[in-house]
T-cell receptor, first 115, second 119 residues
């Protein structure tokens, strides 16, 4: 299995531009999570999906952030317009439901720099 | 709301010595507890979890963790550290799901502890 795939691995953009991060979860997993990691705030859960449906987006910082999961094998996190304070590493993770699971499998992350 | 505290930003240990990375938690109900490791420029990797049962949990790469309910702690341990164990370690907690009593999928992570194993 290829694991969780994220693209791009690095993104540098100018303030005000739209940024789209992509994630392909592990095949068969029915939960998908988006996290943001910064030195100041650590690892924060932004939003998570179950069976392609957003369950909790309370961690999304503001309306500039949006996430979609059009099918079981693809999700996007969009920032429009981007700001320098959005610079962070964004991780996607997936998980398989079940009482004895709860292990989340993380992708390699996308390092976003907004100048 | 649940929370996790990792009181040490960095832990240094000599190769071959035992290591401990500390974690305390706060959550309503019975906690589901996890340890993850992050190597440079990589995503987090699952190490071990406590759901129920024996308070001593064994995980990957020789790591283990001890759940202590009275002290609300879940410290990560390894009897003999390797240089390759040097990484960032995260403790995480999940509260029980309100309806099912099973674990929720909303993990709350600590800020991480950087472990450096010195040759």
């Amino acid at each position: 299995d290829a694991g969780v795939i994220q693209s791009p691995r690095h993104e540098v953009t100018e303030m005000g531009q739209e940024v789209t991060l992509r994630c392909k979860p592990i095949s068969g997993h029915d939960y998908l999570f988006w996290y943001r990691q910064t030195m100041m705030r650590g690892l924060e859960l932004l939003i998570y999906f179950n069976n392609n449906v957003p369950i909790d987006d309370s961690g999304m910082p503001e309306d500039r952030f949006s996430a979609k999961m059009p099918n079981a094998s693809f999700s996007t996190l969009k920032i429009q317009p981007s700001e320098p304070r959005d610079s962070a590493v964004y991780f996607c993770a997936s998980s398989l439901a079940g009482r004895v699971s709860y292990e989340q499998y993380f992708g390699p992350g996308t390092r976003l720099t907004v100048t | 709301a649940q929370s996790v505290a990792q009181p040490e930003d960095q832990v240094n240990v000599a190769e071959g010595n035992p290591l401990t990375v500390k974690c305390t938690y706060s959550v309503s109900g019975n906690p589901y507890l996890f340890w993850y490791v992050q190597y440079p420029n990589r995503g987090l990797q699952f190490l071990l979890k406590y759901i129920t049962g024996d308070n001593l949990v064994k995980g990957s790469y020789g790591f283990e963790a001890e759940f202590n309910k009275s002290q609300t702690s879940f410290h990560l341990k390894k009897p003999s550290a390797l240089v390759s164990d040097s990484a960032l370690y995260f403790c995480a907690v999940s509260p029980p799901d309100y309806y099912s009593g099973a674990g929720s999928y909303q993990l709350t992570f600590g800020k991480g502890t950087k472990l450096s194993v010195i040759p």
